[in-house]
């Protein structure tokens, strides 16, 4: 009997959700549980599906590109004067690879971010953008993740997780509804300086 842990090793743990779950762990329950194919992870590749094909005995199917294409890994990076300190990155980011505090500049810090892209969408300055890695992880099955990296990602969103579940639940405003508060708030702002 294969486990869930065995498919979720299988997995890089960017936690990028492109296969249509939450994140890795959760595919790999939906594989376990016979409700995901084997190809629905783009960061994983070829790797993924040989490896799980492997596993649980299934045959090797191309990646399905309605989830994505494999492309090299980037790693995101904020353009730090452009920042106002908003925090909707930090929110999302599966792996707490970014730090700062609020109305104070934010910065990632490169070897904990898997790329998983997540925290673009949410800025509503448009100041991340996902470059080349300085280094490249080696060692893994993967070109781009080395088992050492996924471990780290792994742990860091089960740690994430876990002190998310611990905090008591939150009045603020939700993620889109604070993204589209500091827009308008930023156009006011700059009509106003147009005005004058
Ligand atoms: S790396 Fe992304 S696409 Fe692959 S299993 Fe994890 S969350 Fe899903
Ligand atoms: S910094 Fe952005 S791209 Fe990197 S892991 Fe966090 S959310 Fe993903
Ligand atoms: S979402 Fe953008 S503006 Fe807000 S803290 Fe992050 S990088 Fe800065």
Not at 52 to 80: C, S
Not at 132 to 153: F, L, Q
Not at 169 to 178: G, T
């Amino acid at each position: 009997m294969v486990s869930v842990e065995q498919i979720d090793h299988c997995l890089p743990q960017t936690q990028c959700t492109k296969c249509s779950y939450p994140g890795c762990k959760e595919y790999a329950q939906a594989i376990a549980d016979g409700e995901a194919e084997i190809n629905q992870c783009p960061p994983g590749g070829d790797v993924t599906i040989n490896a799980l094909a492997q596993l649980l005995a299934l045959d090797f199917k191309p990646l399905n590109i309605e989830y994505g294409t494999h492309q090299p890994k980037q790693v995101a990076q904020i353009m730090e004067h452009e920042c106002i300190g908003c925090m909707l990155c930090i929110k999302v980011c599966p792996v707490d690879a970014i730090i700062g505090a609020n109305k104070l500049m934010h910065s990632i810090i490169e070897s904990e971010c898997t790329g998983c892209e997540l925290c673009i969408e949410p800025c509503p300055m448009d100041c991340i953008k996902m470059v080349t890695p300085a280094t490249r992880a080696i060692g893994g099955p993967w070109k781009d993740y080395s088992i050492e990296s996924a471990d780290k990602a792994r742990l860091r969103r089960q740690n994430r997780i876990a002190r998310i579940s611990d905090k008591k639940p939150s009045k603020k405003l939700a993620s889109q509804d604070r993204k589209k508060m500091i827009q308008d708030s930023i156009k006011r702002a700059k009509s106003k300086r147009d005005e004058c």
